[in-house]
Antibody
Framework: EVQLVESGGGLVQPGGSLRLSCAASGFTLSSYWMSWVRQAPGKGLEWVANVKEDGSDKYYMDSVKGRFTISRDNAKNSLYLQMNSLRAEDTALYYC?????????WGQGTLVTVSS | DIVMTQSPDSLAVSVGERATINCKSS????????????LAWYQHKPGQPPKLLISWASTRESGVPDRFSGSGSGTEFTLTISSLQAEDVAVYYC??????????FGQGTRVEIK
């Protein structure tokens, strides 16, 4: 059974940093593009970033470029999202998802709140 | 960026009746390499992560009831629930995978029981 378990969310002040992690199991992580998708409170779904199977290619939405870094450790079956210079508008539930084109498997999400 | 626009924003349908959700993209999603439209549909219920229903505009995922169907090509797409059930109450999203970045979603359509 495919499982994706996110962690690392929490309350952070504007300008602060957080590192989200996603522990994957039940499938071979190295065979899949992986992505982060977020949902702000009361809003719709928003793709954040994705990374190729071997980590060689990475793409980001414009508003997080230069602030967020997606990475992966296939040996540890893990996906990461380093978030720096956080803004109030980054407040959202962050989902770890399989796929780079469409998103078949989703974790339950980890909540990031950026507030003073 | 490709902009995805869904209509309506919400709809209320009686149990057993048809529900139709439209999705328009600002440019064609038809891939010349495989002649398929790179568009997916998701169902999102409160307290749960979204669920992938359909990929390639019309290919239903394994385990998805056949009352859900996707159609369309180019820039106009439709998700149809042929006979709405109570458990289908959710927000539905379309998402384009033709270009990256970014992978863009529609704003969502809320489906309720009349």
């Amino acid at each position: 059974e495919v499982q994706l378990v996110e962690s690392g969310g929490g309350l952070v002040q504007p300008g602060g940093s957080l590192r989200l992690s996603c522990a994957a199991s039940g499938f071979t992580l190295s065979s899949y593009w992986m992505s982060w998708v977020r949902q702000a409170p009361g809003k719709g779904l928003e793709w954040v970033a994705n990374v190729k199977e071997d980590g060689s290619d990475k793409y980001y939405m414009d508003s997080v470029k230069g602030r967020f870094t997606i990475s992966r450790d296939n040996a540890k079956n893990s996906l990461y999202l380093q978030m720096n210079s956080l803004r109030a508008e980054d407040t959202a539930l962050y989902y770890c998802v399989t796929g780079g084109s469409w998103f078949k498997y989703w974790g339950q999400g980890t909540l990031v709140t950026v507030s003073s | 960026d490709i902009v995805m626009t869904q209509s309506p924003d919400s709809l209320a349908v009686s149990v057993g009746e048809r529900a139709t959700i439209n999705c328009k993209s600002s440019q064609s999603l038809l891939s010349s390499s495989n002649n398929k439209n790179c568009l997916a549909w998701y169902q999102h219920k409160p307290g749960q992560p979204p669920k992938l229903l359909i990929s390639w505009a019309s290919t239903r995922e394994s385990g998805v009831p056949d009352r859900f169907s996707g159609s369309g090509s180019g820039t106009e797409f439709t998700l149809t629930i042929s006979s709405l059930q109570a458990e289908d109450v959710a927000v539905y999203y379309c998402q384009q995978c033709y270009s990256t970045p970014p992978r863009t979603f529609g704003q969502g359509t809320r489906v309720e029981i009349k």
